[in-house]
């Protein structure tokens, strides 16, 4: 199928994935009805007077999916292309990465349209005020938990928690998941995508008769995700040969070092440069032969004319919606075993959980107690889709939409919701 704005538009690829997973399933016809859109998009705009005196205004958006199974939850990304139906989608994702990882908790995302490398200090912190200021009314630690994502941090989570607290008159640390350690944030928040997406690898290593030791690994985008992926895999003796980000990337058939690759980056801006590599652009990079390949950047980057020349055994999906539906066909086809984002990419809304489950409790537990957490919870998530993968015979993709379509269902139904 050609490459049309129509099949590489994220709601409408979360939408077929839905109508698949409840045909399959045999389930009635309404739980498509209902989960098809979100239940509620709230579009805002935040004025923000600039440092030079000038008053721009953003637009902003929360979309939350469904709520059946608990509140809902998920990222809030700054990002200078974002649509709404990106949103919804991501919303959507949200849904089913709670409901695999069986999560008490629905699928939100947010956005606000911006380039925060262009917004001073003071102009982010007056935006991200303005932001939850706009969308209070529907969010809050019993409705809808932002988060981190694309572009924005702890930081950014402070001040909101700090603009919510000041209009409720009182602390509300559970509003957000992903603050400083300070602030009631989790151990082990920081590095959890990248650690449940590397566990994900693993458990898939293991399925698959593959040795981690000396494995070749490519890693997609250098953020968050991408950048402690390739250090937690690397420490486990696995060899990540090739990295790179907006700017471009680097190849190294001896391995790299992903630390210093992470200072280089810090030092310069971009992991381009680093000493002893070589360039290679984004789609010789994904094409590269390894055994495991991450995506941790953005959506639609694995398309079909990518996916014809992918030599990776395991595609481990640290970012929401890499691959097209056309490529994730071509990939099953070459028998390339890829662990979908709303398992491989669920360790940063997994650690989120605990975090609010920590902000409740006012309890806080150490690193090593909450990664043996995630691993324990990354691990049977896998397992059930991987059940459901073999006894099914589908992809470990339709294996997991199976799995929480499936769950949050029953939800709506228990909750007569569907009948
Ligand atoms: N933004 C992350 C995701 O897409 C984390 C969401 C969360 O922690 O709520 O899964």
């Not at 693993?202 to 490519?218: H, P, Q």
């Not at 250098?222 to 990295?243: C, E, P, Q, T, W």
Request: charged share 25%; aromatic share 6%.
């Amino acid at each position: 199928m050609a490459r049309t704005e129509e099949t590489l538009n994220p709601f409408l690829i979360a939408q077929k994935q839905v109508r698949w997973a409840v045909t399959e399933l045999g389930l009635p016809d309404a739980v498509y009805e209902i989960l098809k859109q979100p239940l509620r998009v709230l579009e805002v705009s935040i004025p923000v007077v600039m440092d030079d005196g000038t008053v721009r205004v953003f637009t902003g958006f929360r979309s939350q999916h469904n709520d059946a199974l608990g509140p809902t939850k998920g990222g809030l990304r700054f990002f200078t292309e974002v649509s709404v139906d990106e949103v919804k989608a991501l919303s959507m994702w949200m849904t089913f990465k709670c409901a695999v990882l069986g999560l008490p908790y629905g699928g939100g995302k947010g956005a606000i349209i911006c380039n925060p490398k262009e917004l001073s200090k003071r102009e982010l912190e007056e935006l991200s005020r303005g932001y939850i200021r706009n969308v209070s009314q529907i969010v809050g630690p019993e409705k809808d938990i932002p988060a981190p994502d694309v572009y924005t941090n702890p930081q950014i989570m402070a001040w909101m928690v700090d603009e919510f607290s000041r209009m409720r008159e009182r602390n509300a640390f559970g509003l957000m998941t992903g603050k400083p350690l300070i602030l009631g944030g989790s151990a082990g928040r920081n590095e959890a995508t990248g650690r449940g997406c590397v566990t994900c690898a693993v458990e898939a290593c293991k399925r698959l008769g593959i040795k981690l030791d000396g494995a070749r690994v490519v890693v997609e985008g250098y953020g968050n995700a991408g950048s402690v992926a390739a250090r937690l895999i690397h420490d486990m003796g696995a060899k990540v040969i090739a990295v790179n980000d907006s700017k471009g990337g680097i190849y190294r058939a001896e391995g790299l070092d992903p630390r210093a690759v992470l200072e280089h980056k810090e030092k310069t801006g971009s992991v381009v440069g680093f000493p002893g590599s070589e360039p290679v652009s984004n789609e010789e990079l994904l094409q590269l032969e390894c055994e495991i390949l991450i995506p941790a950047a953005l959506e639609n980057q694995i398309t079909a004319e990518v996916a014809q020349g992918v030599k990776a055994a395991i595609i481990s999906e640290a970012a929401n919606g890499p691959t097209t539906p056309e490529a994730d066909e071509i990939l099953a086809e070459k028998g390339v075993f890829v662990i979908p984002d709303i398992l491989a990419s669920a360790g940063g809304v997994t650690v989120s959980y605990f975090e609010w489950v920590q902000n409740i409790m006012n309890y806080y537990w150490t690193e090593e107690e909450v990664n043996e957490k995630l691993r324990v919870m990354m691990a049977r998530a896998f397992d059930a889709v991987y059940q459901m993968h073999r006894t099914k015979n589908v992809t470990m993709r339709r294996a997991a939409f199976m799995v929480a379509v499936n769950r949050v269902a029953e939800a709506m139904k228990v909750r007569g919701w569907l009948d």
